[in-house]
């Protein structure tokens, strides 16, 4: 989790840096009608090899991914309490979500293999709810959330043991356009 | 749609006092038993001392192509699936027409004892196959006790030649009656979950096929994740979870039409249906903002669900008793999953399992007698327990062996079975009572959630 929030920072540098090139290289086709070019105030010159094609749209999904220290929460075994990091990830997540008050967001609650199908749909949707009333008591509005419970059906981690299961009891938040 | 016909007992009353193989065209069940015979297997018995059957190829009067292959060939094939199912219950030692001799058409109702007696068989089952002139067939089959020289029972299906393989099932399913005593369970379908692609990605999609796992289809394209079906009793519609839309929600499949309706509409998720053992309700858990209870719909549409539980924390599952008048399910609101009985309009709720652990998944037996679940603790294993808890008895030991289903007899569970790790896959399997026969279900793909309908009607 810790590398991947540094990741996540490391990508957030580089693509705050290069994502007003990109606005400029991603008119191909219609040369004529896109909007003239934004003044580029950055230095630019450190951006080197970043995949300026793959540079998120603010608003974006993308963009969520590349600005929140995280997309997701964890959970102990058959547990639905945010913990301490978890609150720091959302909270990074209420920032995101404030800056752009039109998009909205799923929130998908998963749970590790070692509990029954129906019972995991069930504990899916209670981990997803967790994530989702925190979200609505710092400020976002509840209509612009829902939830989806996977159960086990789609872990992140293919592994059957402690550290596969941690990483697959988990609540994604996922924007919506 | 399939028909079976058994044929009258009025039309029997001359072939029950000749040889003649003509006149075993008009076959039906005797009306009382035979009782002579001393013939009988134990379901219940662990010893492994099965009963010898003898299942040479059907005969047939004159060998006639049919859509389905000629009816010679379709003689041997009832024979196979005859076999196949006997063994496959765990009770007898046939010898099917790979290892026994075959018979004349004449032969079919004046066995050849002696001999039988001789390749030290215990019982007999000798049959033919006839075509008749409208495009039908008729399917007789015979058990005969070797030693006393008796009749124990014979069955009679007049059948579209490609119903051949239910004709063999019914006739399986007189033979295991007439020696265990128990209600018959192998003409019965299956609808299960089947199961490719990667761990993180699996593809699932509702299939359909006979308890032997012959006559598969598919039913969905696997674009949606779907889980958990169930047949109603009449073998008209599955019910099933499906995330069409990225939404869990239930739908009803209709299988003579193909199309599918939501069972009810609602911004909630709602998961794990069952039929009502008369079809006319479905059971289902809604989950609202994080708290799940179990409902009850009218399964033909339109009306009020009804909440039957409403304790803090997930009311899942929930299967019904034979008479419909009870509901089992699972709950954690005592802080972990266990299980309860509550009376069909939710009054009542009591918790049945103390046995250690978790307890989930209940389904009750056809036969009221027990109530089957799956055992979480260091893994999952299938057990029973009685309806009023206690008497409880694990009856597998995978790593995890979920969701245990019953056969119409209430005598096989059927379950499936996951293995760990990034390659971990899963299966249908089978164990009965004893806990000593288990089996895989041979399926196309891999295997979950098998969900055993009733006797076919």
Redesign the interface.
């Given at each position: 989790m810790k590398k991947e929030t540094d990741m996540a920072r490391l990508a957030t540098k580089l693509i705050l840096t290069a994502s007003l090139l990109a606005v400029a290289a991603c008119g191909k086709k219609e040369v004529a009608d896109a909007p003239p070019p934004p003044v580029d105030n950055s230095t630019g010159t450190e951006v080197v090899d970043t995949g300026v094609d793959n540079v998120p749209v603010p608003g974006s999904q993308g963009d969520f991914l590349a600005k929140v220290s995280s997309d997701r929460v964890f959970f102990g075994l058959?547990e639905?309490v945010l913990t301490d990091d978890d609150r720091a990830t959302l909270d990074s997540q209420v920032g995101w979500l404030q800056q752009y008050p039109n998009v909205r967001a799923?929130i998908e609650g998963h749970c590790d293999?070692?509990?029954?199908?129906?019972?995991n749909?069930?504990?899916g949707?209670?981990r997803?709810?967790?994530a989702k009333?925190y979200l609505i008591s710092k400020g976002v509005a509840a209509g612009r959330l829902t939830?989806?419970?996977?159960g086990k059906?789609?872990?992140?981690?293919?592994?059957?043991d402690e550290s596969a299961w941690a990483q697959n009891r988990r609540a994604v938040t996922v924007t919506l356009g | 749609m399939t028909r079976f016909r058994t044929l009258a007992l009025g039309l029997c009353a001359t072939a029950l006092t000749t040889v003649s193989p003509l006149a075993a065209q008009a076959v039906s069940p005797p009306s009382v038993s035979t009782g002579e015979s001393g013939l009988s297997v134990d379901v219940t018995d662990e010893s492994g001392d099965d009963l010898v059957i003898a299942v040479p190829a059907l005969a047939t009067p004159q060998a006639v192509a049919t859509p389905a292959g000629s009816t010679e060939a379709l003689g041997r094939q009832v024979a196979e699936v005859i076999t196949a199912d006997l063994r496959n219950s765990g009770l007898f030692r046939p010898k099917g027409p790979d290892s026994v001799r075959g018979i004349t058409f004449g032969e079919v109702t004046a066995p050849a004892y002696t001999y039988w007696r001789g390749a030290s068989s215990e019982a007999l089952v000798q049959g033919f196959v006839r075509a008749k002139g409208d495009g039908k067939l008729t399917v007789g089959c015979y058990l005969y006790d070797v030693a006393l020289g008796t009749e124990l029972t014979r069955q009679g299906f007049d059948i579209a030649p490609g119903d051949w393989r239910r004709a063999a099932h019914k006739c399986a399913d007189a033979i295991y009656a007439r020696l265990s005593g128990e209600s018959p369970f192998f003409d019965s379908r299956i609808a299960y979950i089947a199961e490719s692609g990667?761990?993180?990605?699996?593809v699932?999609r509702l299939a359909i096929m006979d308890s032997d796992g012959a006559n598969h289809r598919f039913i969905t394209n696997g674009q949606s994740?779907a889980?958990?079906p169930r047949f109603s009793p009449d073998y008209k519609q599955i019910v099933y979870?499906s995330?069409i839309g990225?939404?869990?929600r239930i739908y009803i499949y209709d299988i003579g039409t193909g199309k599918q309706k939501l069972v009810t509409e609602s911004v909630n998720?709602t998961?794990?249906p069952r039929f009502s053992p008369d079809g006319r309700f479905i059971l289902y858990?809604m989950?609202v903002?994080?708290n799940?209870d179990i409902y009850r719909v009218s399964a033909a549409g339109g009306g009020t669900p009804q909440r039957l539980t409403n304790s803090p924390g997930?009311d899942?599952?929930g299967s019904y008793s034979p008479d419909g008048s009870k509901i089992v399910f699972?709950s954690?609101r005592g802080g972990?999953?266990q299980i309860y009985v509550m009376n069909a309009d939710g009054s009542g709720q009591q918790r049945i399992s103390f046995g250690g652990g978790r307890s989930?998944?209940p389904e009750w037996s056809p036969r009221g007698d027990l109530i089957a679940f799956?055992k979480?603790g260091g893994g999952?294993r299938v057990g029973v327990m009685s309806p009023t808890g206690g008497g409880e008895r694990l009856l597998t030991n995978g790593w995890?062996d979920?969701?245990p289903s019953w056969s119409p007899n209430g005598r096989v569970i059927q379950f499936f079975r996951?293995s760990?790790?990034?390659s971990?896959k899963s299966a249908v399997w089978q164990v009965d009572l004893t806990g000593r026969n288990e089996r895989k279900i041979p399926t196309p793909l891999d295997g979950s959630?098998p969900a055993w309908g009733p006797l076919l009607p």
């Amino acid at each position: 989790m810790k590398k991947e929030t540094d990741m996540a920072r490391l990508a957030t540098k580089l693509i705050l840096t290069a994502s007003l090139l990109a606005v400029a290289a991603c008119g191909k086709k219609e040369v004529a009608d896109a909007p003239p070019p934004p003044v580029d105030n950055s230095t630019g010159t450190e951006v080197v090899d970043t995949g300026v094609d793959n540079v998120p749209v603010p608003g974006s999904q993308g963009d969520f991914l590349a600005k929140v220290s995280s997309d997701r929460v964890f959970f102990g075994l058959d547990e639905d309490v945010l913990t301490d990091d978890d609150r720091a990830t959302l909270d990074s997540q209420v920032g995101w979500l404030q800056q752009y008050p039109n998009v909205r967001a799923t929130i998908e609650g998963h749970c590790d293999e070692r509990g029954t199908r129906d019972y995991n749909i069930a504990l899916g949707d209670r981990r997803a709810n967790a994530a989702k009333s925190y979200l609505i008591s710092k400020g976002v509005a509840a209509g612009r959330l829902t939830t989806v419970s996977y159960g086990k059906e789609r872990p992140d981690a293919v592994g059957s043991d402690e550290s596969a299961w941690a990483q697959n009891r988990r609540a994604v938040t996922v924007t919506l356009g | 749609m399939t028909r079976f016909r058994t044929l009258a007992l009025g039309l029997c009353a001359t072939a029950l006092t000749t040889v003649s193989p003509l006149a075993a065209q008009a076959v039906s069940p005797p009306s009382v038993s035979t009782g002579e015979s001393g013939l009988s297997v134990d379901v219940t018995d662990e010893s492994g001392d099965d009963l010898v059957i003898a299942v040479p190829a059907l005969a047939t009067p004159q060998a006639v192509a049919t859509p389905a292959g000629s009816t010679e060939a379709l003689g041997r094939q009832v024979a196979e699936v005859i076999t196949a199912d006997l063994r496959n219950s765990g009770l007898f030692r046939p010898k099917g027409p790979d290892s026994v001799r075959g018979i004349t058409f004449g032969e079919v109702t004046a066995p050849a004892y002696t001999y039988w007696r001789g390749a030290s068989s215990e019982a007999l089952v000798q049959g033919f196959v006839r075509a008749k002139g409208d495009g039908k067939l008729t399917v007789g089959c015979y058990l005969y006790d070797v030693a006393l020289g008796t009749e124990l029972t014979r069955q009679g299906f007049d059948i579209a030649p490609g119903d051949w393989r239910r004709a063999a099932h019914k006739c399986a399913d007189a033979i295991y009656a007439r020696l265990s005593g128990e209600s018959p369970f192998f003409d019965s379908r299956i609808a299960y979950i089947a199961e490719s692609g990667p761990k993180d990605n699996r593809v699932k999609r509702l299939a359909i096929m006979d308890s032997d796992g012959a006559n598969h289809r598919f039913i969905t394209n696997g674009q949606s994740i779907a889980l958990t079906p169930r047949f109603s009793p009449d073998y008209k519609q599955i019910v099933y979870l499906s995330y069409i839309g990225k939404r869990p929600r239930i739908y009803i499949y209709d299988i003579g039409t193909g199309k599918q309706k939501l069972v009810t509409e609602s911004v909630n998720q709602t998961f794990s249906p069952r039929f009502s053992p008369d079809g006319r309700f479905i059971l289902y858990s809604m989950s609202v903002s994080g708290n799940t209870d179990i409902y009850r719909v009218s399964a033909a549409g339109g009306g009020t669900p009804q909440r039957l539980t409403n304790s803090p924390g997930i009311d899942t599952g929930g299967s019904y008793s034979p008479d419909g008048s009870k509901i089992v399910f699972e709950s954690d609101r005592g802080g972990s999953q266990q299980i309860y009985v509550m009376n069909a309009d939710g009054s009542g709720q009591q918790r049945i399992s103390f046995g250690g652990g978790r307890s989930a998944t209940p389904e009750w037996s056809p036969r009221g007698d027990l109530i089957a679940f799956t055992k979480i603790g260091g893994g999952f294993r299938v057990g029973v327990m009685s309806p009023t808890g206690g008497g409880e008895r694990l009856l597998t030991n995978g790593w995890q062996d979920e969701a245990p289903s019953w056969s119409p007899n209430g005598r096989v569970i059927q379950f499936f079975r996951s293995s760990p790790g990034r390659s971990g896959k899963s299966a249908v399997w089978q164990v009965d009572l004893t806990g000593r026969n288990e089996r895989k279900i041979p399926t196309p793909l891999d295997g979950s959630d098998p969900a055993w309908g009733p006797l076919l009607p």
